[in-house]
């Protein structure tokens, strides 16, 4: 099984910019601390590292996923919130999307012809990785809404009958889940 690179020994160097305040700079510094509920990693202040995570402002959202051994950009736009901060210190970390574990057929229907143009990638499954060995996990950080990167008035899936737990809302994220920091466990624990 493959998988993204994790940080060597845990330790991920983060460079937020000093313009960057307010209730962003919370949101970001909230996210940070709630990844650090998982005792595998360590997101501190980049001094002197080579690589490290620069948080970049742009028109949206994206990330590397894993360690690259080089500077790589955790890209945020205006206007974010704890929720997406999350999202993308998750990849930072070495998380892939759950709704594309290659096993997410059993949970979920998709529906490619409701996704935007040019967003489908987004809703590919992919091979088997090192942390899909436990249970797929609706309330993950990294699970994406229904109605994330749908046509107006659509959904993009929908869980199997009987798959959702009850009392779960897919996509929103507050906190890293339980199968989250599992996650992070099997990815760190095996990174020697």
């Keep these: 099984?493959?998988?993204?690179?994790?940080?060597?020994?845990?330790?991920?160097?983060?460079?937020?910019?000093?313009?960057?305040?307010?209730?962003?700079?919370?949101?970001?510094?909230?996210?940070?601390?709630?990844?650090?509920?998982?005792?595998?990693?360590?997101?501190?202040?980049?001094?002197?590292?080579?690589?490290?995570?620069?948080?970049?402002?742009?028109?949206?959202?994206?990330?590397?996923?894993?360690?690259?051994?080089q500077p790589q950009p955790l890209c945020l736009p205006h206007g974010f919130g704890l929720d997406l901060?999350?999202?993308?210190?998750?990849?930072?970390?070495?998380?892939?999307?759950?709704?594309?574990?290659?096993?997410?057929?059993?949970?979920?229907?998709?529906?490619?012809?409701?996704?935007?143009?040019?967003?489908?990638?987004?809703?590919?499954?992919?091979e088997p990785r090192r942390d899909d060995v436990r249970p797929y996990d609706f309330a993950s950080v990294m699970h994406y809404a229904p109605d994330q990167l749908a046509k107006p008035g659509r959904v993009t899936f929908r869980a199997r009958p009987g798959k959702l737990p009850t009392g779960v809302r897919i996509g929103r994220w507050t906190e890293p889940s339980r199968g989250d920091l599992e996650s992070l466990a099997i990815l760190y624990d095996r990174s020697g």
């Design 1 to 69: 099984m493959r998988g993204p690179e994790p940080w060597p020994g845990g330790k991920v160097p983060l460079l937020i910019p000093e313009t960057m305040k307010g209730a962003e700079r919370a949101f970001l510094e909230d996210a940070v601390s709630l990844w650090l509920r998982s005792p595998h990693v360590i997101i501190f202040e980049r001094t002197v590292e080579r690589a490290y995570v620069e948080v970049v402002r742009t028109a949206g959202a994206d990330s590397k996923i894993g360690y690259t051994g």
């Design 85 to 126: 901060a999350l999202h993308e210190l998750g990849h930072v970390l070495g998380l892939h999307h759950e709704h594309t574990r290659y096993d997410r057929d059993d949970y979920i229907e998709v529906f490619p012809e409701n996704v935007h143009f040019g967003l489908g990638p987004a809703f590919f499954a992919i």
